[in-house]
């Protein structure tokens, strides 16, 4: 069975700073919706103490067992794209992107470098749209309070 998936491209930019132990900060600044093309980064944007990098060949897919995460991506007052990266050298470079809060919450807890941008309208139809036909809350299982158990086994719990 073929997961689905969505194309896109990640925008980095790298702006100056006016700090003394660091000139310039990388950071995702957004994902391009649609672009499928392979290819070799390209500025998109170059001007005074700021550039923008487009970085091709992105592939968002969801999976099963993060209809969770995607659930609670688009049912959040602002949905985001999560974007893995790192610094290659003197330029920062996108490895990954998932639309699930959990899986980006589990990269971010392993200590990767992660930023989320604004998903666009069309990535979150797509994401809510999978989340409608395939999310399945886990039913809440009431835990009787202590206070009603015989005292003999609130020492055992």
């Given amino acids: 069975m073929r997961k689905p998936t969505f194309a896109l491209a990640v925008v980095m930019q790298r702006r100056s700073t006016q700090n003394r132990w660091q000139s310039e900060v ?18 998109l944007v170059e001007g005074d103490g700021m550039s923008q990098w487009l970085y091709p060949g992105f592939t968002l897919v969801l999976h099963k067992d993060e209809t969770e995460g995607y659930y609670l991506n688009v049912s959040a007052p602002e949905p985001r794209v999560f974007v893995l990266w790192r610094m290659d050298e003197e330029r920062g470079v996108p490895l990954d992107v998932t639309a699930s809060f959990n899986e980006g919450s589990r990269w971010l807890d392993g200590g990767h470098s992660v930023d989320s941008v604004a998903m666009p309208p069309e990535i979150f139809a797509w994401v809510g749209e999978y989340v409608e036909s395939n999310y399945r809350p886990e039913p809440k299982k009431r835990i009787k309070p202590r206070s009603f158990m015989n005292p003999k086994d609130r020492a055992a719990g």
Avoid: H, K
């Fill in 26 to 43: 990388w950071e995702p600044w957004g994902v391009v919706p649609g672009y499928a093309t392979d290819g070799e980064p390209r500025i």
